[in-house]
Structure formats: structure tokens, C-alpha cells
């Protein structure tokens, strides 16, 4: 499961961070993996963006977004003062080599077929990056709460969203809900 916050909702937009997980109906628990380390890339995925970078290639800032950010909580608006933004080439080849090690097999999970993939796709095209994963593979997650729509509010329930519009946590309670859904329809 991905999970971007951004700039603006349009493919084009300033990406402010990624956070990523590796998800099944059948691991154990809540079905994620987050204790594994490969290549010094730890489980799960997180990486936040340099801002500048993305302005200067001419990707969008919406001005309602932004209003939108001022008033979402401290502990969401904190990506904003980091000092670990990455550039997007650096920042999308982490990315490659951590989906390759962690998500084979695995299909490529996010919030919306037109919101989070067609920004990654963007990002990787304007860094001048392949992505490693193909088209086949994305899934939406939005979809599925549409399809089960009780089992999507009882799995809300059980879980909470301790910093919403964090990505990283975004990703961990979308994985967690799509693994109770997921669970239940097999």
C-alpha cells in the first residue's frame, strides 16, 4: 500500500512525502510486515520530499490545498519542517530498490486508481526514472471499500489512524483495512 500527501490532488502535484507497506491477507497479525530490513532499507517505507526541487520542474500547488494543510494538526504538518527531504531521482530509486525486495509477488496498492499511482507515475517520469513495477499490478484501495462498504466501517472501527494525512501512517491503516476486508471475502 502507497500513500502520498501532496500539494494539490492533480498527477502533477508537489509530493510532500511517501509511505509505503508490504501487505497480505495472509500474514500473520494485521497482515503487514514491519520488522524485516533489506539492503539497509527498513520495513516499512517512508521517505518525504525536497520541495524546491519539484517546484522548479513545474509540478502544481493548489492554493486550497494548502489552506487545507494549515488546518489539519501539528503532528500531520510536521513533514513540512523535516530536514530529510530527499530529491525525487535519490528519493524514487530508494523506492525501486525497496519494492523489488519486499514486493514480489505483491501487487501495488493505493488509495484511488487516479490519485497516488498516477503521482508516482509522474514523479518517476519527470526524475527520469523506471519504475520496476508494471501496470498490471496496481490496486485500489478505494474501490474495495466501495465494493464491501460494511465490512469497510466495521474494519475502520477496529483501527485507528494515529496521525491522519501522515503517509506512512495512512499506508499502515489502509493496509490494516484492506487486510480485514481482504480476510473476509477470501
Known sequence: MIDFETLAT????????????????????????????????????????????????????????????????????????????????????????????????????ANGADFDIPILLSLYEIAGVVPVHKFYQHRCFRTLKELHPKLYEAAKKKHQNPVKHDALQDALWQARVAVDILRKVA
Not at 19 to 34: L, M, Q, R, W
Open 10 to 109: 492533480t498527477p502533477d502535484a508537489v509530493a510532500v512525502s511517501l509511505g509505503a507497506v508490504i501487505f497480505s491477507p495472509s500474514f500473520k497479525g494485521d497482515g503487514i510486515i514491519t520488522t524485516l530490513n533489506y539492503d539497509d532499507h527498513p520495513l516499512p517505507f517512508s521517505v518525504e520530499f525536497h520541495l524546491e526541487e519539484q517546484l522548479r520542474r513545474g509540478r502544481r500547488v493548489s492554493g486550497d490545498t494548502l489552506r487545507w494543510w494549515m488546518q489539519q494538526p501539528p503532528e500531520a504538518r510536521k513533514v513540512f519542517a523535516s530536514d530529510q527531504q530527499l530529491f525525487l531521482q535519490p528519493a524514487l530509486g530508494l523506492f525501486n530498490r525497496w519494492l523489488p525486495e519486499t514486493s514480489q509477488g505483491f501487487d501495488l496498492w
